[in-house]
């Protein structure tokens, strides 16, 4: 045991003292809130600029349906004709529309037109097209006689309130809340045993290269050698992980109160918003933030805390130990391009299957991936947020840590091997034989 922290510590000593370790550590954080504070700033850079909008309406039917937003302005230009619109629209607006005369309704959606220098935003066509849509429907409501006022009232908003037969309620932002919790969960394991479980295999590639591994092995066991190792690379890539979360939270604060409550929501796109659909936003946002606060009451926090550990780290001790095992089987990084791919696999499978668990997080598909354990560590952090029975938590990690017990007995007599062989490259026949060894 003695000898087993005595390798963590040295592990853990020698990747925090490494140069890269150390720039990464500071400059991760600041160049992803760099780069969050860039989006922003050109957001909100794009959003000021206001685009003036000419158009010609000789069917002298739809130029009420055009309002002005804060980013974009119309001006009706049908005196001029479309010819002499386009000559002063090249000189000074972004673009000009033309909509054709037409005998009848049934018509007028043929023939229009946008002219501009440059292809136009897809938001902006998207825009006119709804405004003109909005337009017509009412012209043709007009032309059966029918009040579209009266029409208007008879739009009814309809939610539906869901609740469980335990009389437990929610709502549509719980789910949303949810799939956040459960991909950012899954995602987060994803990310650590990429990172640092290639990270384990790079140690044991240099120390094997450098032979400096059969000194090492001299005096303590391959499997307390190999176990220290991923020990030590997974205490150093907490601290680290730690640190990102805790500096990027920081940075995230002092953006916000440098552009504004708005930098971590879509201003721009609120900005683009006519101002009917922007007062009912506005109407809605305290409801859907009382909402927002029940449904966090409502998730099961201690489950997935707790749950979060124990697959985070079962999850990076399985692969991190195939990383090991590549790691002692071959003699340099691009010889690990053919096993790499198969443990990728279950990884790569799992955050695929992650879509179809948000969607149906209790389904056979959603269940099966959760129990199998190469990938439960993403699938049932996914499922968890959704309410998961018990005896399906406890099933999957019994068989992960079964399996993470398999994996290491079969990646020590692998790494036991491998990390004494030089100048052959392994194929998995070999590796089979390395396991009766």
Do not use: C
């Amino acid at each position: 045991m003695s000898k087993l922290k005595l390798i963590i510590k040295r592990e853990f000593l020698a990747k925090v003292k490494n140069k890269s370790f150390i720039i990464m550590t500071i400059l991760s954080p600041l160049l992803m809130v760099g780069l969050f504070s860039l989006i922003v700033f050109l957001n909100q850079k794009n959003s000021e600029e206001v685009r003036t909008v000419a158009f010609v309406d000789d069917s002298h039917m739809l130029s009420t349906a055009f309002t002005d937003t804060p980013s974009t302005k119309y001006i009706d230009l049908t005196p001029l004709g479309i010819e002499e619109a386009r000559m002063q629209t090249e000189k000074s607006y972004y673009g000009v529309l033309y909509i054709p005369k037409v005998d009848s309704l049934t018509d007028i959606s043929k023939g229009i037109e946008f002219y501009s220098e440059d292809s136009p935003s897809l938001n902006l066509i998207s825009d006119i097209e709804n405004n003109l849509e909005r337009k017509i429907r009412n012209l043709k409501i007009e032309q059966l006689h029918f009040d579209v006022e009266k029409i208007k009232k008879t739009e009814t908003d309809v939610e539906i309130a869901t609740e469980n037969f335990s009389g437990e309620k929610s709502s549509k932002i719980g789910s949303v809340l949810r799939m956040i919790a459960g991909g950012g969960f899954g995602y987060l394991i994803f990310m650590f045993i990429i990172i640092y479980g290639t990270s384990v295999m790079r140690s044991v590639i240099e120390e094997k290269t450098s032979r400096i591994i059969e000194v090492i092995i001299s005096s303590v066991k391959p499997f307390q050698l190999m176990l220290g190792k991923i020990l030590g690379n997974a205490l150093a890539g907490i601290l680290q992980f730690v640190i990102w979360m805790i500096s990027a939270g920081l940075l995230l604060f002092v953006v916000t109160l440098i552009f504004g409550p708005e930098a971590t929501s879509s201003g721009s796109a609120m900005g683009q918003m006519n101002p009917e659909m922007l007062q009912q936003v506005q109407q809605s946002s305290a409801t859907d933030l009382q909402l927002a606060l029940l449904e966090i009451k409502n998730l099961p926090i201690l489950t997935m805390f707790f749950s979060f550990i124990f697959y985070f780290l079962g999850g990076y001790l399985i692969y991190s130990s195939i990383y090991a095992a590549i790691g002692a089987a071959v003699d340099s990084e691009t010889d690990t391009q053919q096993f790499m791919m198969p443990v990728l696999m279950p990884l790569m499978i799992a955050i695929y299957v992650g879509f179809s668990v948000i969607e149906n997080p209790h389904g056979p598909i959603a269940i099966g991936f959760s129990l199998f354990p190469l990938t439960s560590p993403i699938v049932m952090l996914m499922r968890i947020p959704f309410g998961v029975p018990w005896w399906q938590i406890v099933l999957s990690m019994a068989l992960l840590l079964v399996t993470f017990v398999g994996i290491v007995w079969f990646a020590a007599k692998i790494y036991r091997v491998g990390i004494l062989m030089y100048g052959k490259k392994p194929n998995y026949k070999e590796l089979y034989k390395w396991l009766k060894y």
